[in-house]
């Protein structure tokens, strides 16, 4: 799996910026899969619940020091503290919270954008507290690069 994964992205960097975009995360895991790979049973045998397949598979491919999802957050929020600042505080708040529910699971609301549309349905105050930061699309692409970098 290991060079079917570095053939198909390359780098550490690259694979990162594939990861945060869900369409091309999805290929990306789909053209693994399609080869005869599974990353999600690579996370099982490894007994890496607690990790994000980010995590498991930058081991994988380029020897990346793995966190749990639990311990990305905490980095994220440490590293990136000044940036938290600098936003609305409910913006900020928003995003902590999403942060923390990536902590918790991995959420699907990260992946795809019809979970993103059911949040938004049920959680407006964050929509609302995001597009007074700016785009919210692209407010969350950036957190997502930062929790990935952390």
Do not use: C, N
Not at 29 to 49: C, H, I, N
Not at 56 to 75: F, K, N, S
């Amino acid at each position: 799996m290991t060079a079917r994964l570095v053939a198909q992205v390359g780098t550490l960097q690259d694979f990162r910026r594939r990861w945060i975009d869900p369409p091309s995360r999805q290929e990306l895991l789909g053209g693994l899969v399609g080869a005869g790979y599974s990353p999600t049973l690579v996370r099982l045998v490894d007994e890496k619940d607690d990790y994000d397949l980010y995590d498991v598979l930058a081991e994988l491919g380029w020897g990346m020091r793995p966190r749990t999802r639990q311990d990305r957050t905490l980095a994220f929020t440490y590293k990136h503290e000044d940036w938290l600042d600098a936003l609305p505080p409910a913006a900020a708040a928003t995003i902590k919270a999403l942060a923390s529910q990536f902590a918790r699971a991995a959420p699907r609301a990260w992946r795809t954008r019809r979970s993103s549309r059911r949040r938004r349905s049920r959680q407006p105050a964050g929509l609302a507290a995001l597009q007074a930061a700016g785009q919210p699309a692209e407010l969350l692409r950036e957190t997502k690069q930062r929790m990935f970098a952390a």
